[in-house]
Every structure is written in C-alpha cells, then in structure tokens.
C-alpha cells in the first residue's frame, strides 16, 4: 500500500470554502478511482492536505491520466482558492491501525 500526501496553500478566509468543494467533489472523486483505498481531508489554517491510501503504485500513476481527477483538479484550481506551495510525497505504508467504528462516528 502507498500512502501519497498532497499538500497546499490556501486564503486562510476561504477556507470553508476549501472544505465544501472537497466534500462535495474530492471525496466522491477519491472514492471513484480505481485503487483508491480512502481519503482522509486535514488541515489547519492556510494549509490543507490530502492523504490518499491507494492499492499500488500502478493505481497512482493511472490518477494523473485519470479524466475526473484533472477535471477536480481543474475546477479546484479554478475556485483561486487555492495558493502555492503545493506538493506531493508518496510513502510506502509499513504499518499502522484505524478502528472502522472511529473513522465512521468521525467522518459521519
């Protein structure tokens, strides 16, 4: 399993607005994509990120050629919400725990 975080700047006033366009368009897309594993949304002030848990690195390599991924990518960066830096760092995942009751009284 590859974990790939991606990170970026944003106005620290927009960020509600950062936060609904992710609910309403990343998430759907995250768990539309071949290989995706999950998703899980994170940040705090004029930073967010994005931790995505995908089945291998094939999978992440096929999200760049991916038509809904740049078209997300497109209309978020299209809102001027967004602001650099922006980057991405992918991690072979070793180990870890996340208890599913958690995660779903959580993210509900």
Same mark, same amino acid.
């Given at each position: 399993?590859?974990? @790939?975080?991606?990170?970026?700047?944003?106005?620290?006033?927009?960020?509600?607005?950062?936060?609904?366009?992710?609910?309403?368009?990343?998430?759907?897309?995250?768990?539309?994509?071949?290989?995706?594993?999950?998703?899980?949304?994170?940040?705090?002030?004029?930073? @967010?990120?994005?931790?995505?848990?995908?089945?291998? @690195?094939?999978?992440?390599?096929?999200?760049?050629?991916?038509?809904?991924?740049?078209?997300? /990518?497109? @209309?978020?960066?299209?809102?001027? /919400?967004?602001?650099?830096?922006?980057? /991405?760092?992918?991690?072979?995942?070793?180990?870890?725990? /996340?208890?599913?009751?958690?995660?779903?009284?959580?993210?509900?």
């Amino acid at each position: 399993m590859i974990a @790939r975080l991606w990170q970026t700047g944003i106005d620290p006033a927009r960020g509600a607005e950062y936060d609904a366009f992710a609910g309403a368009h990343s998430r759907p897309m995250f768990a539309a994509l071949p290989g995706c594993l999950g998703a899980f949304f994170l940040g705090t002030g004029e930073v @967010r990120s994005v931790l995505s848990l995908w089945a291998d @690195r094939a999978s992440i390599e096929a999200l760049e050629s991916s038509v809904l991924y740049r078209e997300t /990518v497109a @209309r978020f960066q299209a809102t001027g /919400v967004l602001r650099e830096p922006q980057t /991405v760092e992918l991690f072979e995942v070793t180990g870890g725990t /996340v208890s599913a009751l958690a995660l779903a009284a959580e993210l509900s």
